[in-house]
């Protein structure tokens, strides 16, 4: 070492070595010792020539001593080797921006300050370590030969206040989830444990390594480089990319670089990492959810709809091909499911659609439409033989019984088959001609499958024609509502109402809606065609009220199956009375015998919530459906109207007529009142009288009633009855 710079170095670190943490703070100052102090701590530059003398000295020195020269650290004493992680043997000279950042702000080029020649100019900076930590430096910096690019500095660590903050950054970064990795002149520094988990490099294998040579694919270092020089020139990075381990697999990653900033210089970059791969199967997993039953993991309506609107424009390509749908339903679901519970309806499900994937081609496609609905995609046929061949599988697989808790059940299954044609523009059209062959298939007794054909195709226009009447009629309000008086065939006393729906014709003809109900059950237009019906129901009774005064007259209002279990019903019922002030007392409903066997146990707990709104409950048509007799003593009931059936057999002779005095007793002994309806002949009232039938009502007595014409026979009271 030259004698100069030894010189410079002892006045440089002499002062700091005799001052205490406290006094460095205070005198950063590079003023030089007097003579005695010189000879007090044996620092002497004149006696102390030996170069390796000058080194055991400077090794001594409890501060960090660097020379520096053209831009490089060319000398590091023991404390700075120590605090940057090498030993004397691995020391090289290196960059000084690599050694120490931020000791020249703004630039990270290697270069010797020379803007200022003032010996001892003090100076903050940071020493990153080899064990990847970030170590504030604060000390003095001097030029020796500006001409020669010499300078010495002399530092130590910076004052304890700066110690925690760095901890914490730290315990953060070693918190985070993310795999971070900081970068400086494309050497790690440091690695959190995330980097560890994610890449399987310890922070020892990682420091001093590239990331480039680590964890960047052969394919990827153009786009590397690409991301680093986007940051340099718009601050900030992210990429969805590809990343290997130490393993050697390749692992997606959400990469994001941003600039590593210390003291408003950029000196290098930080890197965090989050595993896309647990994102994208998260998103594949909410994408396959969304197109698929989660109880059958079939596709659902959605994804059977895409795949039909695809194979019905491949026939465009392909027009001696063509495709097919099959739909059908379970005919005994809903007993099973009622009988055995959900769990055991769910069990069938399962097993159904293993069933079908059992019996199908790899080509052909089968979806679970909601419920017990499911529907089959058969593609590259020639004819409808080819979809009634796999109609006849799926029916046998149907037939054969299912396990269900130990349980052997056979559910059956009705088909509607439809094979696509020019008219089939859009996948809806083939599933409605398969849906309404499948009901046909139903009707005629069901586990059989039905063909869509010419006749069917009449039919399903006439049905959409009738459809397409009934929202006329609701939009334009051409019905309106009629009232069949009820008597009490002892005396022909007026006991109530029954109101009727009918809809004016273009030639202003009335006639019964009664044929057009069916289309509204199965459309979902009977919901708002009761609402009107109860609403102008509760307001009728409300002006007749002046004319109601005692007795226990009652306006009877039909409800459908689809109204009777509609979650609306009991609070709209609330509405139309509270609106009309009407008495609920008088307001009867008539439920359908048919819907009450649906589901008994729901029947009851919607009956008695219209009970409590005040109002009472008949049972429709009783007989028609062989109505268990329970329902009599179960359900909340205060009449029973007889099928128009049970009240013809009245005047017959043998087993039909013997079933009527049984009902009727009953019916009296549980206090419920027997109506029977439809009453059209002398010989039907003489027998129904003879037989203590209490009420009836029908064609014989009276036909249904424009309101005005109900109101004088309301004040007339009675029906004469003929001698």
């Not at 969304?290 to 026939?315: E, I, K, Q, V």
């Not at 052909?364 to 061949?389: M, Q």
């Not at 409300?542 to 109204?563: E, M, Y």
């Amino acid at each position: 070492m030259p004698d100069r710079i030894w010189h410079t170095l002892l006045y440089m670190t002499a002062p700091v070595l005799l001052k205490n943490p406290n006094e460095r703070k205070r005198e950063r100052g590079g003023a030089g010792l007097t003579g005695a102090a010189r000879k007090a701590t044996g620092l002497n530059p004149e006696e102390n020539t030996d170069p390796k003398v000058q080194q055991r000295i400077l090794d001594a020195l409890p501060v960090l001593v660097f020379l520096e020269r053209a831009g490089r650290i060319i000398f590091a004493n023991a404390e700075a080797r120590l605090m940057l992680g090498v030993n004397e043997e691995e020391w090289v000279e290196r960059p000084v921006e690599d050694v120490i950042w931020g000791l020249f702000p703004g630039t990270a080029e290697p270069q010797t300050r020379l803007a200022g020649t003032k010996r001892g100019s003090p100076f903050h900076a940071t020493l990153p370590s080899k064990d990847g930590r970030l170590l504030p430096l604060e000390g003095t910096y001097s030029i020796l030969n500006a001409e020669l690019r010499e300078a010495v500095i002399v530092a130590h660590p910076g004052g304890q206040e700066r110690a925690p903050k760095s901890r914490l950054v730290e315990d953060v970064l070693a918190s985070i989830p993310e795999a971070v990795a900081i970068e400086h002149s494309h050497h790690i520094l440091y690695t959190n444990p995330a980097f560890t988990r994610m890449f399987g490099y310890t922070a020892e294998e990682a420091s001093g390594a590239s990331l480039r040579e680590m964890i960047v694919p052969e394919t990827r270092l153009n786009e590397h480089m690409t991301l680093e020089k986007a940051v340099d020139e718009h601050g900030r990075a992210t990429v969805e990319t590809v990343r290997v381990t130490k393993a050697g697999d390749l692992v997606d990653v959400s990469m994001q670089i941003a600039p590593l900033l210390v003291d408003g210089a950029q000196v290098g970059y930080v890197f965090s990492f989050r595993d896309a791969g647990e994102q994208k199967e998260t998103e594949a997993k909410l994408q396959h959810d969304a197109m698929h039953d989660t109880l059958t993991g079939l596709p659902n309506r959605a994804l059977f709809l895409d795949r039909l609107t695809l194979a019905l424009s491949r026939r465009t390509r392909r027009p001696d091909q063509t495709c097919g749908v099959l739909f059908f339903d379970l005919d005994r679901f809903k007993e099973i499911n009622d009988a055995l519970g959900h769990a055991a309806g769910d069990v069938l499900l399962k097993s159904v659609a293993e069933r079908l994937q059992a019996v199908l081609r790899p080509q052909d496609s089968a979806a679970r439409l909601g419920g017990d609905e499911f529907a089959v995609l058969v593609e590259n046929i020639l004819s409808a033989g080819d979809l009634e061949v796999v109609a006849n599988r799926i029916l046998r697989e149907m037939e054969r019984p299912v396990d269900i808790f130990g349980r052997f059940v056979q559910a059956g299954a009705s088909i509607g088959v439809a094979m696509a044609g020019a008219e089939h523009t859009v996948a809806e059209l083939l599933i409605r001609d398969a849906d309404f062959a499948m009901y046909r298939a139903k009707q005629t007794g069901g586990a059989r499958y039905e063909i869509f054909d010419r006749h069917l195709a009449i039919c399903v226009t006439s049905r959409q024609e009738r459809e397409r009447e009934l929202r006329q009629i609701l939009d334009q309000r051409l019905f309106e509502i009629r009232y069949q008086p009820v008597y009490r065939l002892a005396d022909g006393r007026l006991e109530g109402f029954e109101s009727q729906l009918f809809f004016r014709q273009q030639d202003a003809a009335m006639e019964d809606l009664r044929d057009l109900l069916a289309v509204a059950e199965e459309t979902g237009l009977s919901v708002a065609l009761g609402r009107e019906t109860i609403e102008d129901v509760c307001r009728q009774l409300q002006d007749w009220s002046g004319r109601l005064a005692g007795g226990d007259l009652t306006v009877a209002v039909n409800l459908t199956p689809r109204q009777f279990y509609h979650p609306d019903l009991v609070a709209q019922l609330k509405r139309s009375l509270t609106a009309s002030g009407a008495d609920p007392s008088r307001l009867l409903f008539e439920v359908p015998e048919g819907a009450l066997n649906e589901n008994p146990d729901a029947a009851v707990v919607t009956l008695q919530r219209m009970m409590d709104c005040g109002v009472r409950a008949a049972v429709d048509n009783f007989g028609s459906h062989l109505a268990p007799l329970n329902h009599l003593v179960r359900l909340p009931l205060s009449l029973v109207k007889l099928d128009a059936k049970l009240t013809a057999s009245a005047a017959m002779a043998g087993r039909q007529g013997a079933v009527l005095e049984p009902l009727i007793r009953l019916g009296r002994a549980l206090g419920v009142r027997v109506v029977a309806q439809g009453i059209e002949t002398p010989e039907q009232l003489k027998a129904l009288i003879r037989l203590g039938c209490p009420s009836g009502q029908g064609p014989l007595l009276s036909l249904a009633l424009e309101p005005a014409w109900a109101l004088k026979q309301l004040d007339a009271g009675y029906w004469a009855i003929a001698s």
